[in-house]
């Protein structure tokens, strides 16, 4: 079964600094890794999708990539809004089901 | 607007069953696998079943496999889940969600608000 961690559980930045967010797969994946971000009392919303591909409406602040089993999504210069919970996202094809990392909580300084 | 609106939550009792539904609109419903992704306030997502367009493919977590039943109605614009045999494990806030691919399970697009499932006795 894929199993999925994120690291670090919790992350500290100030605004305006670089942000960086680790999603490790304990198996050979595929490169159809998503990432989420969601605000206390809200609905996730999509960021990435297929490792790197920003999702509609996204800045461009926002920037994910992979290498092997081990993604990272990039917030280049965090904004106080960016604060919440990111979760990564891994797929199967067989059998088919999704699989949610436990997140990474972002606060600001 | 994409709108996914859930409906069917409540309280009830171990062992006993609940029928979610998921209206949606302002998409063609029938372009896009749907999912039930749930939450545990406070906690993390867990995903819990999906089915792609024509019901070719469907699939369920570990956690809900037997107990639970997706189906979708596309002619009406509905997705549903049939919960059987809860347990107090099921509490969560349940989410209907839209995915991006209609053939395959791929990455959620659009979320509803969730409808709140409570297992209690």
């Known amino acids: 079964d894929i199993v999925l961690t994120q690291s670090p559980v919790t992350l500290s930045v100030s605004p305006g600094e670089r942000a960086t967010l680790s999603c490790r797969a304990n198996l050979s994946v595929s490169g159809y890794l998503a990432w989420y971000h969601q605000k206390p009392g809200r609905a996730p919303r999509l960021l990435i999708y297929d490792a790197s591909n920003r999702a509609t409406g996204i800045p461009a602040r926002f920037s994910g990539s992979r290498s092997g089993a081990d993604f990272t999504l990039t917030i280049s210069s965090l904004d106080p809004e960016d604060c919440g919970v990111y979760y990564c996202?891994?797929?199967?094809?067989?059998?088919?089901?999704?699989?949610f990392g436990p997140g990474t909580k972002v606060d600001i300084k | 607007e994409v709108q996914l609106v859930e409906s069917g939550g409540g309280s009830v009792q171990p062992g006993r069953s609940l029928r979610l539904s998921c209206a949606a609109s302002g998409f063609t419903f029938d372009d896009h696998t749907m999912h039930w992704v749930r939450q545990v306030p406070g906690k993390g997502l867990e995903w819990v079943s999906g089915?792609?367009?024509?019901?070719?493919?469907?699939g369920y977590a570990d956690s809900v496999k037997g107990r639970f039943t997706i189906s979708r109605d596309n002619a009406k614009n509905s997705l549903h889940l049939q919960m059987d045999s809860l347990t107090t494990d099921d509490t969560a806030l349940y989410y209907c969600?839209?995915?991006?691919?209609?053939?395959?399970?791929?990455?959620?697009?659009?979320w509803g608000q969730g409808t709140l499932v409570t297992v209690s006795s």
């Open positions: 996202q891994q797929r199967s094809d067989w059998p088919p089901l999704m699989i």
């Open positions: 089915m792609t367009w024509d019901g070719s493919r469907v």
């Open positions: 969600a839209r995915d991006k691919n209609a053939n395959n399970f791929a990455a959620i697009l659009s």
